[in-house]
């Protein structure tokens, strides 16, 4: 991927809070793809993150096989 198709990618990201205010929140979050994320800005700073629930699904068991192994 180049660097001017990343930062497409990354600026494609970027989800304006206003726009979850307006009701787009069923159109951003239908649009999701199965490895898009989505960022919610609120002035010019990332707050949030919406992702697919098997991303989080991912996730959630990374971070569960990491504490299995800090625990030995």
């Known amino acids: 991927m180049t ?5 497409g990618v ?3 990201s970027l989800v304006p809070i206003s726009h979850l205010n307006q009701g787009k929140a069923a159109k ?3 649009s999701l793809g199965p490895d898009d994320v989505k960022i ?6 990332p707050m949030a993150a ?11 068991e990374a ?3 990491m504490k ?3 625990n030995g």
């Open 50 to 60: 919406i992702i697919p629930i098997s991303r989080f699904s991912e996730l959630i």
């Open 28 to 30: 951003i979050i239908s």
């Open 63 to 65: 971070e569960e096989q």
């Open 3 to 7: 660097s001017k198709s990343a930062i």
């Open 40 to 45: 919610i800005v609120k002035n010019n700073e």
């Open 68 to 70: 299995e192994i800090r």
């Open 10 to 12: 990354m600026l494609n």
